[in-house]
């Protein structure tokens, strides 16, 4: 498989195979001196359908080797039309992945096991279900986690209960094997009419004393979906969350993150699923659809505020530095800073005009109509990312975006962005601390140029230094074997 890849939105650094369809992240774990990445894959075709696990692995989170197909539904067996979500622990001799068994016959996906004593290579499948039924009054159920704690092996599973509230379940065991119900371990507040109806693929995150608690809201029929994260702490085996719900991203196309704790490190690894923001037949003739997002660090703040940064291995991706430019603009003058692959990872300190939205325009087209802006807006204090003009094509979602950023209405201080595109994905890092992912198509394949602008009348400064990014060579999921 060529290096670099001909589809000019097909991303070259983010973990994808180069065909097919994929969504969630699964089964993050690091084991036998590899981060694993598994992800839910349709081998067959670039639609949700028939869900596989594949499998990535990497000693570095930089060169990713494909690994066997590591779960395939089994016809006529439990998970005869779709191996779901879910997670995978080691005990250091074997890796145990957990997930959710689907049939279109029932409406719940039970949790069940598959063991590899291969590292990965091949896996065998529990002839049972592990946890055959969920707990009466539940209405959704799927995607488990499971983790270490206290001695003690626990595990949350998605659901939905039926007065309308949103609940992560709680189990626990001590061989991975017999598991104990503990009820749930929260849940969303009231039945709104509005709220999340589930949570997909709870994800829980301990830091010390305090631990924070990542929920994909599902909605039934196509409603918006989103990913929160709520701080807050364990309590006699209930999470007391510290705030309400926040976005964990800013951005339309982020959904169902996982989490892997790096052994030995105080460490959170996520990375999530960035849907396609253009219509199923343009999937159809591109051949794929989906990506994952980058590694990301995920920390929390003193004051309890969840912090995402591109994992620090990334910087490994950057070739030489292509510029480094400083200066201002006022409307009249918008300055080009220079020009950028269609890759590349940058780093800004943009003092904001507190008179109108100022920032970055990546310019996409010679004729400069098509363009993603990333500004910061000092009237409603937040940063804006705009793909109005990024996408001519009609089968694409346009809209503007935008992440709260206080500093954005504060003279004379700058607020520090890392901007990380991959021909199709944007990730908007404000200050290490919020993010905001999106995809865009641009129409053409020629150089694209970076310019300072702003909209108000006064003026903005720029520091900017940007790299492009070293393309990987990321090959197909291989096919499965059989233990
Ligand atoms: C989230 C999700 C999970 C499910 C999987 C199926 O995107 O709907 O709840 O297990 O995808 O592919």
Redesign the pocket.
């Known amino acids: 498989m060529s290096t670099s890849p001909a589809d000019p939105h097909l991303p070259a650094v983010h973990l994808r195979p180069p065909r097919n369809w994929i969504?969630?992240p699964n089964g993050l774990v690091f084991h036998d001196g590899y981060y694993h990445v598994f992800f839910?894959y349709n081998p067959h075709g670039p639609q949700?359908a028939n869900?596989h696990w594949g499998h990535y692995r990497s000693p570095d989170l930089i060169n990713w080797e494909p690994l066997p197909v590591a779960l395939t539904p089994t016809p006529g067996g439990y998970d005869a039309d779709?191996c779901?979500?879910?997670n995978a622990v080691s005990d250091g001799n074997r890796m145990v992945a957990f997930y959710?068994a689907?049939r279109a016959d029932r409406w719940w996906?039970p949790v069940t096991t598959a063991e590899s004593h291969d590292n990965g290579h091949t896996w065998t499948k529990r002839p049972h279900l592990l946890i055959p039924e969920p707990p009466a009054g539940t209405t959704m159920y799927?995607?488990p986690y499971v983790w270490r704690q206290d001695e003690r092996w626990r595990m949350l599973v998605?659901s939905a209960l039926d007065d309308g509230r949103a609940a992560a379940q709680l189990y626990e065991s001590d061989d991975l094997e017999h598991w104990t119900y503990r009820g749930p371990f929260h849940t969303s507040d009231t039945a709104t009419g509005t709220g999340p109806i589930g949570w997909?693929?709870p994800q829980y995150a301990t830091f010390g004393d305090r631990s924070a608690l990542i929920l994909?809201d599902?909605t039934p029929q196509g409603g918006p979906?989103h990913t929160s994260v709520v701080p807050g702490r364990e309590k006699d085996g209930r999470f007391e969350a510290a705030t309400a719900p926040v976005p964990l991203d800013h951005g339309p196309d982020f959904?169902?993150p996982a989490l892997l704790k790096v052994p030995g490190e105080d460490r959170w690894l996520m990375w999530g699923?960035a849907w396609e923001a253009r219509d199923h037949a343009w999937a159809h003739e591109a051949g794929w659809a989906g990506v994952l997002t980058l590694p990301r660090e995920v920390s929390l703040a003193a004051d309890g505020t969840v912090l995402q940064r591109p994992a620090r291995e990334l910087l490994a991706l950057r070739g030489p530095r292509i510029f480094n430019g400083t200066g201002h603009v006022t409307r009249h003058e918008p300055i080009e800073i220079g020009q950028v692959g269609h890759t590349f990872d940058l780093t800004a300190a943009l003092v904001p005009d507190t008179t109108g939205t100022s920032g970055l325009r990546l310019i996409t087209s010679a004729d400069g109509s098509e363009y993603l802006d990333i500004g910061l807006d000092p009237t409603a204090g937040r940063l804006v990312v705009d793909r109005t003009h990024a996408s001519p094509d009609v089968r694409a979602r346009g809209g503007a975006y935008v992440a709260p950023c206080p500093a954005a209405a504060r003279p004379n201080v700058p607020v520090e962005l890392r901007v990380i595109v991959d021909r199709s994905i944007a990730e908007v890092y404000l200050a290490d601390e919020q993010v905001l992912t999106l995809r865009f198509y641009p129409s053409t394949d020629g150089p694209w140029r970076l310019q300072a602008r702003t909209t108000g009348s006064g003026r903005s400064e720029f520091a900017v230094a940007a790299w492009n990014l070293a393309p990987q060579d990321i090959r197909e999921a291989q096919p499965a074997r059989w233990a």
């Open positions: 969504n969630d839910q949700h869900m779709g779901y979500s879910g959710s689907h996906q799927r995607d998605g997909e693929c994909s599902w979906s959904y169902a699923w």
